[in-house]
């Protein structure tokens, strides 16, 4: 069984930091391109970042460019995100996704999220 498991959310001020770990099993992590979506509360799912197998030609998304990081560590078959820079407009639920950006529309290939809040 896939499972995709988050964690690292919580409550940040403007302009602090976290960094969210995603643990995988049930599937070989290590050759798969895996992504960051997030979901804010009334509107639809934006793809944020996507990193290849290998961990080399990450993506983002222009609005959190420069400011999140992905990285992945195939020995502990965990994905990160660390996002520096936070603003109120990133409150959302993130999860982490199996795939490719597209997989933004595919919500079973997702983990169960973690709640990022960014406010005063």
């Known amino acids: 069984e896939v499972q995709l498991v988050e964690s690292g959310g919580g409550l940040v001020q403007p302009g602090g930091s976290l960094r969210l770990s995603c643990t995988a099993s049930?599937?070989?992590?290590?050759?798969?391109?895996m992504s960051w979506v997030r979901q804010a509360p009334g509107k639809g799912p934006e793809w944020v970042s996507t990193?290849?197998?290998?961990?080399?030609?990450?993506t983002y998304a222009d609005s959190v460019k420069g400011r999140f990081t992905i990285s992945r560590d195939n020995a502990k078959n965990t994905l990160y995100l660390q996002m520096n820079s936070l603003k109120p407009e990133d409150t959302a639920v993130y999860y982490c996704?199996?795939?490719?950006?597209?997989?933004?529309?595919?919500?079973?290939?997702w983990g169960q999220g973690t709640q990022v809040t960014v406010s005063l």
């Open positions: 996704a199996k795939g490719s950006p597209t997989v933004v529309h595919d919500r079973d290939y």
């Open positions: 049930g599937f070989t992590f290590s050759i798969r391109t």
């Open positions: 990193i290849s197998s290998g961990g080399g030609s990450p």
